[in-house]
């Protein structure tokens, strides 16, 4: 039995064995091959074309989008321009190794600088290169493996993009070596409703076949767990699919009093699982997934028709999208290209679209007519916002082309320390749980080395949401939370009891979370707040959060 900790994201618990993902490969060293060129060169046919059929049949199976690119991509594979350029180079007597990852290379650098919708294929390019040479050496193919049963996928990191396309029929758990609790890894990791523990820096000692418990309700995973822990593990699971069973009922306190449960999507696709999981309307749209891997602007048609998508899917409901974020974590070369020491600190979210206004206005346009033609209840909000000033020149840009509500992200400290006037010049705020965390602890989110002070129960954070709180109070504005400390089911209740209205996490959050706010009143919950902000940090206020619950549940239990 072996215990690894990490940073747990979300409730869940998962039980299989490793599958490690295949590390990139390195350059093939560029030494003179002792074969022929003619061996050398039906070696590299013979491997391009093997992984050229894997591709395919991958896509098949695969059908949707998934089919296209995939199919698209083995077409690459055998292309007659690289299997000349391949031949060349193996007459220079190179190894079909190095001649693979040569004139895959010049191919990329060639999309690249055509720019466009060509620059986007160089890394499907990448991608093939890396399998043919892993075939070559008769390795694992680099990138999410496929070993054709359940398992739990153990990798150093995992781009985003492969994140969104894990089979969730085949990969039960997920635990990464990188990666903070914020990272977009584990935002959607979240989304997807993966069990994940990710900044597991004593991972890399897992290895193939273990049987590992993930629990990422302790941040912790078990190898070669006892039968106790095995059956425990097994019957959490069947309890945590019973709550996700029960009937979904709008999110409320015990008295009734309701707090909306919304939730954060970055697609359309994901809106119809989230209604059946009882969605009440949209706290957060990440505009920016749309376009990660864009290297223009999207036009405002192409915006108009996403956008009109998901408020159709939402009619009658609230959908608060926020405009382009780009930078840091999330960059968007047609924002901001340029080299930053510090990103986090630079010309990010609002900043970054002021720098380029008229991709605001696109974007504000497409929402509106996205807006007149559907009949959700549109608000929008800027990201980043660190002045009263921005919060002024974006609402009255929003209202300028056609949007009803606008607000801003409380996510900088300067924006939640002057929060009445910042709430004075919109009409609501939305607290990015994540960026104030950064912010506030000064700890970059995408640092597993300092995922320890990216904890949002740290007393500091949850002063400062309590002072955004009192300020939509007294004004009388809307204060919401979208960031990912909405989903941690007792957090939610200080979060309420701190002042918030309505909570947005990740759909799969949202029965815990629910089950949660129905077992206190109002006043718990400022009783709660009240101990954890009390504290000297955010082990201490979490452990008085729970503690002050505890108290409440006996002493109902003996009133009873
Ligand atoms: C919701 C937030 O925005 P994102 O995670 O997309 O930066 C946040 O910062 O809490
Ligand atoms: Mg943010």
């Given at each position: ?216 309700a302790a941040g912790l995973v078990v190898s070669t767990p006892t039968p106790e822990q095995l059956a425990d593990a097994n019957a959490r699971i069947a309890e945590r699919a019973a709550l996700q069973a029960a009937p979904v009922t709008p999110g409320a306190l015990a008295d009734g009093t309701p707090v909306p449960l919304l939730v954060n999507l ?76 510090n990103p986090a600190l630079g010309l990010r979210g609002i900043r970054a679209l002021r720098h380029s206004e008229v991709i605001l206005r696109e974007q504000l346009t497409a929402l509106a007519a996205a807006d007149a033609a559907t009949d959700a209840e549109v608000w929008v909000m800027a990201p980043m916002v660190a002045t009263v000033e921005e ?59 300092v995922a320890n002070l990216q904890d949002p129960w740290h007393p500091a954070v949850l002063r400062l949401v309590g002072d955004v709180g009192a300020a939509g109070a007294e004004l009388g504005k809307p204060v919401g939370i979208c960031g990912e400390a909405a989903a941690d089911p007792l957090l939610a209740v200080v979060l309420v009891g701190l ?62």
């Open positions: 039995m072996m215990e690894i900790t990490g940073t747990g994201i979300g409730q869940g618990v998962a039980v299989g064995p490793v599958v490690r993902m295949a590390e990139r490969l390195p350059e093939p060293v560029d030494r003179p091959s002792h074969l022929d060129p003619e061996r050398e060169g039906e070696r590299a046919r013979g491997s391009l074309s093997v992984v050229a059929a894997e591709l395919a049949n991958r896509g098949a199976k695969a059908g949707g989008a998934a089919k296209d690119v995939l199919e698209a991509q083995a077409m690459m594979a055998e292309d007659p321009s690289i299997i000349d350029e391949v031949t060349k180079l193996l007459a220079t007597g190179k190894t079909a190794e190095r001649a693979v990852y040569e004139a895959f290379a010049a191919y990329r650098d060639l999309l690249v600088g055509m720019g466009g919708y060509m620059g986007e294929r160089a890394a499907d390019l990448d991608d093939i290169s890396q399998r043919v040479i892993a075939h070559l050496l008769k390795l694992p193919a680099p990138g999410v493996p496929n070993p054709g049963h359940p398992f739990v996928l153990v990798a150093r990191d995992l781009a985003p993009a492969d994140t969104a396309m894990l089979d969730l029929d085949q990969v039960l758990g997920l635990v990464t070596v990188g990666g903070g609790p914020t990272s977009h890894t584990a935002i959607l990791a979240r989304e997807k409703a993966i069990v994940a523990v990710v900044g597991a820096a004593d991972a890399t000692a897992l290895a193939d076949g273990d049987t590992v418990v993930v629990d990422a970055g697609s359309a696709e994901g809106a119809v699982e989230a209604l059946r999981l009882g969605a009440e309307g949209v706290g957060l749209f990440r505009t920016e997934f749309l376009f990660l891997d864009h290297n223009t602007a999207p036009s405002v048609r192409d915006q108009q028709e996403h956008y009109t998508k998901l408020l159709r899917a939402f009619a009658g409901k609230k959908v608060v999208v926020r405009v382009l974020d780009a930078g840091a974590d999330k960059p968007l070369s047609f924002l901001n290209a340029a080299h930053e020491e919060a002024r020149y974006f609402s009255a840009l929003a209202k300028e082309l056609g949007m009803r509500v606008a607000g801003v992200m409380v996510e900088t400290p300067s924006a939640a320390l002057i929060a009445d006037r910042v709430l004075a010049a919109c009409d609501f705020a939305s607290i990015g749980t994540n960026d104030l965390t950064q912010y506030t602890m000064a700890a970059d989110r995408l640092l597993g080395t002042g918030a209205t309505s909570l947005s996490m990740s759909p799969s959050a949202l029965a815990d979370v629910r089950a949660s706010l129905a077992r206190y009143s109002p006043d718990d919950a400022k009783a709660l707040a009240r101990a954890a902000l009390a504290a000297e940090g955010a082990a201490e206020a979490k452990r008085a959060a729970e503690a002050a619950a505890s108290e409440i549940t006996a002493s109902r239990a003996t009133a009873s």
